[in-house]
């Protein structure tokens, strides 16, 4: 029957949809014939993009063909009428290119003879709809004309899929070459099918299923010597189970904090989920070398296994590192060792453990690892959440949320860089030494997003935004309720009204992100230097491929540039460049989620008389590990490489040499080499925050006057870890005129906690005036440290806007009762700020305050204007602190008829809960049980406002009616 009503529903929203349009000409058939033609521009068929003349990579069209006037070069002229038609519908549409001369390059409607519309391009070879409004013109017999009469630049006309409808905007379908769509600057290779590449360039097959058993390739890294990492989840889709699947233990999953947790949970539903299945494969590394250079892995050993703990996967991060490899798999960082070079580690250690205390959903683990400018290796985990304990004894506990992490390379110094993400792919740094990651979206209709890691940074995620869109039954709401990410746009780019607490992406991006990586300078393909590359597996090839992006300085932060696509048609999950210049992806064929057989293939440029030749690659650099065995005074010149990876590993190498901080002196000295004096910096930075040296230190003192804003930022970054005595300097660059200097300069004051900077804090902040977060963000991060608690509830006075928010998005950060001194802010911003860190951190000596904000809009008050979600806090916060007066807030704000119907419901709906509240609080979608409650607050509550609850007429009143019932309310006889 359920087969039986999708066939009709389909057949009349087929009948609805020809109704409303008819497809007049799409120029699929290949011919003219319908069409009276003059001269000889248009050829005597239809064009597409697999040959013939253009006047370049033509975009935009639909189907495979469009009429094109270009067929014989510019100077062909000619025109095509179609035959009469009657008009019937209120609107024409097509599609439409080339150029802007009226009446020489355009499409006519003809009534009578007569030019009634008329349509030009924009000169360019990009076709772009246009609709003609011919509601006036129903029932006249018209014709269509194309005309190309100039044989000037752009004197040519394209035009496609002619449409006649009842609406403005119609959809047209996409352009397709050969089925496939057409991608600008991609065309098939037949050793793929359905799968583009970079014209210009060559694909070969490295490792396969078939000839290496590659299985679920995760991740990629490649070792000095050129041999290929790679990170098999077998447990994926097997062993690793998702709430979204078991929704029956979400209650024990969300009170789960340690591994131990969760270990239990397991073993309380092993009825329901047997443990034996979670423990029936293992997760694995493989090793592929290719030892005679043709391109083809001919060495395939099993590196490392036996991660098939009930705990454990899925395979993560794998990242190569002299003579050791990191690898990320819930719930640990593991170190590996080849002591004695037979394809298999032979010794391994746990650098760190606790990730991974929820089950969550599956994917979110552990990711990584790239390693920074500062000599640390960074990585990131997902929403399933770290509970971690580090060689200084030290606590990272973030139960609702993943982060970007590091720590130093033998495990030491661990400590979260930024959190509130949810589901990180990786991170990658760019040449300037930036940190970023691309964070997935909640399939709520939000965006992945683009982050620029920033220290102490929240992008603003929490898993309760997840539970209440899809477990939203399992914690108590038949329908979804409105919840804080969407409804304030938290995963948005900076906009008005955005919350404050949170630091927005720099970009969002429709795609399902996967592997994530950085053009390091050399390799192909050349043309996207300075560019991010990043997977985006859509579940099917032909929703699947990679992504090219750039970003771009703005203020303190930064902003995407338009991304593009650079391979489309393969289920791609991770990229890496190899040493040999080639591009190297790795893929899971076919579309099962259960089996999922793995490829790696590389591209390479294509040689042509006109290309230069192939950059070499830095593979003769980074062989049997010669980096490291190179004179000092190789390795600076080595800074100066125009490949990062180089520059990197010589500043690396050369920072754990005695004499190294002379080399790193000279280099900030020069001014040829930018990349040297960058890295010099860097190498200082590690010296001074390694082994306290104050050369290093005041040497990037000095910095802080440098010409060259780029280095005075990484001296201002650098010092934040310095053996700084005094931070005099430092204080000053607030006033910097970069903001990208003034930016790093508080992040680093706060780190040191500068009780001297708290004043020119202050400044930084009223002159930013909350234009950039970035600054922001530094500024809050300094105020934090630098004033006392008191100092900053001081400022609830101050007449700067700017800094009153500040104040409070510092006094969130200490977790302060003295919010509650901004809860009646004149700006209507810095009050919901307030409300929203004592609600939602939560705090719970100021939540009565917050709660009784509900008194202003009980019928007849006159509270101020305010947003659902922060209305909606207020409500919970009355529910969760309980008692006789806040039940009564409860019933009078219900009988309040200005306010919208659905949150007074709500109001009644948390009373009908009261005595039994649930273990997730349902404003958040966190655990954070209540105890059971007495119901006499209910009770007196009631009998004193049921009679003008009773009174209203509409829902109101047969919800009260029931709660009475529910409560055994005696009601007053008439």
Same mark, same amino acid.
């Given at each position: 029957m359920a087969l039986l009503s999708s066939i009709l529903f389909s057949l009349s929203l087929t009948v609805i949809l020809a109704a409303e349009q008819t497809l007049f000409e799409d120029f699929e058939k290949g011919g003219f014939e319908a069409w009276r033609m003059t001269g000889n521009a248009f050829g005597e068929s239809a064009s597409s993009t697999q040959g013939g003349n253009q006047p370049g990579e033509v975009t935009g069209f639909a189907g495979e063909s469009f009429a094109s006037s270009f067929t014989q070069?510019?100077?062909?002229?000619?025109?095509?009428? +179609? +035959?009469?038609?009657?008009?019937?519908?209120?609107?024409? +549409?097509?599609?439409?290119?080339?150029?802007?001369?009226?009446?020489?390059?355009? /499409?006519?409607?003809?009534?009578?003879?007569?030019? %009634?519309?008329?349509?030009?391009?924009?000169?360019d070879y990009n076709m772009l709809p246009k609709t003609w409004d011919v509601s006036a013109l129903k029932g006249k017999e018209a014709a269509l004309r194309l005309v190309d009469a100039s044989t000037r630049p752009h004197g040519y006309i394209l035009i496609d899929h002619i449409l006649f409808s009842n609406k403005p905007e119609p959809s047209f379908p996409p352009a397709t070459r050969n089925g496939l769509p057409v991608i600008p600057g991609l065309a098939a290779t037949s050793q793929i099918p359905g799968l583009q590449i970079p014209k210009e360039s060559n694909l070969k097959i490295f490792a396969t299923y078939a000839d290496h058993g590659l299985y679920s390739p995760n991740a990629l890294s490649f070792d000095t010597d050129g041999n290929l990492f790679v990170t098999e989840a077998h447990r994926?889709?097997?062993? %690793?189970?998702?709430?979204?699947?078991?929704?029956?233990?979400?209650?024990?999953?969300?009170?789960?904090?340690?591994?131990?947790d969760r270990r239990k949970l397991h073993q309380k539903w092993n009825h329901r989920y047997p443990i034996a299945k979670m423990t029936d494969r293992s997760d694995r590394i493989r090793l592929l070398k290719d030892s005679d250079k043709d391109g083809i892995a001919d060495q395939n050993t099993i590196y490392a296994d036996g991660f098939d703990d009930l705990l454990d996967g899925a395979a993560g991060g794998v990242f190569s590192l002299d003579e050791r490899v990191y690898f990320a798999c819930i719930p640990h960082i593991w170190s590996f060792r080849d002591t004695d070079e037979d394809g298999k580690a032979d010794e391994q250690k746990k650098l760190l453990s606790g990730f991974g205390p929820r089950i969550s959903l599956a994917g979110h683990g552990l990711d990584g690892f790239a390693q920074g400018p500062d000599g640390r290796i960074y990585g990131t985990v997902g929403d399933r959440a770290m509970n971690v304990s580090t060689q200084e004894s030290r606590r990272f506990s973030y139960n609702d949320q993943g982060a970007v992490f590091r720590f130093d390379p033998d495990g030491s110094n661990f400590e979260v860089v930024h959190s509130g993400l949810r589901d990180p792919q990786g991170i990658a740094f760019d040449r300037w030494g930036n940190p970023v990651t691309v964070d997935s979206d909640s399939g709520q209709g939000d965006k992945a997003r683009v982050i620029y890691v920033v220290e102490g940074a929240d992008s603003g995620w929490r898993t309760g935004h997840e539970n209440l869109h899809t477990f939203h039954r399992e914690i108590g709401y038949s329908k979804r309720p409105v919840n804080q990410w969407m409804q304030e746009r938290q995963w948005d780019t900076f906009h008005n009204n955005q919350a404050a607490f949170l630091l927005p992406p720099v970009g969002v991006l429709d795609v399902k992100p996967a592997g994530f990586t950085y053009h390091? $300078?050399? $390799?192909? *393909?050349?043309?996207?230097?300075?560019?991010?590359?990043?997977?985006?597996?859509?579940?099917?090839p032909e929703s699947s491929g990679t992504w090219s992006f750039?970003?771009?300085?703005?203020?303190? $932060?930064? +902003?995407?540039?338009?991304?593009?696509?650079?391979?489309? $048609?393969?289920?791609?999950?991770?990229? %890496?460049f190899g040493t040999d210049g080639h591009l190297y992806i790795c893929d899971i064929i076919g579309q099962s989620n259960s089996e999922?057989?793995?490829?790696?293939?590389?591209?390479?440029?294509?040689?042509?008389?006109?290309?230069? *030749?192939?950059?070499?690659?830095?593979?003769?650099?980074?062989?049997?590990?010669?980096?490291?065995?190179?004179?000092? /005074?190789?390795?600076?010149?080595?800074?100066?490489?125009e490949d990062y990876r180089v520059r990197l590993r010589a500043q690396l190498t050369l920072a754990d040499r005695p004499e190294a901080v002379p080399y790193f002196i000279n280099a900030t000295r020069q001014k040829e080499s930018l990349n040297l004096a960058l890295h010099g910096t860097w190498g200082l930075w590690i010296r001074a925050r390694r082994r306290g040296s104050a050369a290093s230190t005041e040497r990037l003192l000095e910095l802080l006057a440098n010409p060259v804003e780029e280095l005075r930022a990484q001296a201002a970054r650098a010092l934040g870890?310095? *053996?700084?005595?005094?931070?005099?300097?430092?204080?000053?660059?607030?006033?910097?005129?970069?903001?990208?200097?003034?930016a790093f300069a508080a992040i680093s004051l706060a780190r040191l906690r500068v009780r001297a900077a708290f004043n020119p804090t202050l400044l930084l902040l009223a002159e930013n005036g909350d234009k950039d977060p970035y600054l922001r963000h530094a500024g809050v991060m300094a105020l934090t440290q630098s004033g006392t608690e008191g100092e900053l509830v001081a400022l609830a006075k101050h007449s700067s806007k700017a800094i009153r928010m500040a104040s409070v998005l510092a006094l969130r950060r200490l977790a302060s009762p003295g919010l509650?001194?901004?809860?009646?802010?004149?700006?209507?911003?810095? !009050?919901?700020?307030?409300?929203?860190?004592?609600?939602?951190? *939560?705090?719970?000596?100021?939540?009565?305050? %917050?709660?009784?904000?509900?008194?202003?809009?009980?019928?007849?008050?006159?509270?101020?204007?305010?947003?659902?979600?922060?209305?909606?806090?207020?409500?919970?916060?009355?529910?969760?602190?309980?008692?006789?007066?806040?039940?009564?807030?409860?019933?009078?704000?219900?009988?309040? !008829?200005?306010?919208?119907?659905?949150?007074?419901?709500?109001?009644?709906?948390?009373?009908?809960?009261?005595?039994?509240?649930?273990?997730?609080?349902?404003?958040?979608?966190?655990?954070?049980?209540l105890p059971p409650r007495e119901k006499g607050p209910i009770e007196s509550s009631l009998t004193r406002e049921l009679p003008s609850l009773l009174g209203l007429k509409d829902k109101i009143s047969e919800a009260a009616l029931n709660l009475a019932r529910q409560y055994e309310v005696a009601l007053e006889k008439p």
């Open positions: 070069g510019p100077k062909g002229m000619g025109s095509l009428t +179609s +035959s009469p038609f009657t008009i019937r519908k209120s609107y024409i +549409s097509f599609l439409i290119g080339g150029g802007n001369l009226k009446g020489l390059t355009s /499409i006519q409607l003809l009534v009578d003879k007569k030019i %009634v519309r008329e349509a030009i391009g924009r000169s994926f889709g097997h062993c %690793v189970p998702s709430t979204k699947n078991h929704p029956y233990w979400l209650n024990d999953d969300l009170a789960a904090v340690t591994l131990n390091p $300078g050399t $390799g192909f *393909p050349d043309r996207l230097l300075n560019s991010f590359l990043l997977c985006d597996n859509g579940g099917t750039q970003l771009t300085r703005k203020g303190a $932060g930064m +902003s995407m540039e338009t991304p593009q696509k650079l391979i489309w $048609g393969t289920m791609a999950t991770d990229l %890496v999922r057989p793995g490829r790696i293939f590389a591209l390479s440029a294509r040689q042509s008389p006109n290309r230069p *030749p192939d950059h070499p690659g830095v593979a003769p650099l980074f062989a049997g590990g010669d980096i490291q065995k190179l004179a000092s /005074i190789k390795l600076f010149e080595l800074m100066k490489h870890e310095s *053996p700084l005595k005094d931070a005099g300097r430092l204080v000053n660059s607030l006033q910097d005129p970069s903001s990208r200097v003034r509650i001194h901004f809860f009646f802010d004149e700006e209507s911003e810095i !009050a919901d700020e307030a409300i929203r860190a004592v609600h939602d951190l *939560p705090i719970e000596k100021s939540r009565p305050a %917050v709660a009784a904000l509900l008194d202003e809009y009980a019928p007849g008050q006159q509270g101020r204007p305010l947003s659902r979600m922060i209305l909606r806090r207020i409500l919970h916060s009355a529910f969760r602190t309980g008692g006789d007066q806040n039940a009564s807030r409860l019933l009078r704000f219900s009988a309040n !008829a200005e306010m919208l119907l659905s949150d007074r419901m709500e109001a009644l709906r948390l009373l009908s809960i009261w005595t039994n509240p649930p273990a997730v609080d349902q404003s958040l979608g966190r655990h954070a049980p």
